[in-house]
């Protein structure tokens, strides 16, 4: 139905103002730098080691119980860097208490026009995106599905959907049943390896 990429933003207190002197100061401090997450094995934790990961530095997970401690740890600074939602970091950004560098997505934010993406920002083909969509018991009829689908397509074609999703930091997807599960397993394998080497786990 819709993906929402995060905006990875960070404290005021921290100097850096891009992507790439976010990652020339995680390389200049192995280990010293946190960035919050909600809760190990969260999206913003696995976005962050993504990150880790791509850009070849060490910035340390800070987790928190749950998103909205997360961001009380950003705001205070005691973990100057974040993976947020977009709709969360948004009035954050706006009063000046949050500097964002970049979205998270594979294409930049209606919401955030000016806002690069991190792969335009110095870590190409860096992706990291909630996805949001609707699953149906094993063994529903196919025409079922197919009803489903096409109706779901439609309405998130809407103006006033796209209206929304706008609004909300998300981008409407509404593709087909087979274009959704190929996403599913990609996914799956694309974290799955992040999981293994950064040997995430769960709280």
């Known amino acids: 139905m819709a993906l929402g990429p995060n905006i990875l933003a960070v404290h005021p207190s921290l100097p850096v103002h891009s992507v790439r002197e976010l990652i020339a100061a995680a390389k200049a401090r192995p280990g010293e ?57 948004g009035p954050h950004i706006a009063a000046g208490k949050l500097r964002a560098l970049a979205v998270t997505g ?59 999703m706008v609004a909300d930091g998300l981008v409407a997807i509404g593709g087909t049943r087979g274009e959704f599960a190929t996403h599913i397993r990609a996914e799956g394998e694309k974290w799955a390896r992040v999981i293994r080497a950064s040997g995430a786990t769960v709280d």
């Open 33 to 89: 730098i946190g960035f919050a997450g909600a809760g190990s094995g969260s999206t913003p934790h696995l976005a962050g080691e993504l990150f880790n990961s791509m850009a070849g530095v060490q910035m340390v997970h800070v987790p928190y119980r749950g998103s909205g401690p997360a961001m009380i740890g950003l705001l205070a600074g005691d973990a100057p860097v974040m993976f947020i939602p977009a709709i969360s970091a």
């Open 106 to 164: 594979r294409e930049r934010l209606a919401a955030f026009p000016e806002l690069p993406t991190v792969a335009e920002s110095g870590l190409p083909g860096y992706e990291s995106a909630q996805w949001y969509g609707l699953l149906a018991p094993a063994g529903t009829p196919p025409e079922v599905l197919d009803f489903l689908n096409a109706r779901i397509a439609a309405i998130m074609r809407t103006p006033q959907m796209k209206a929304r």
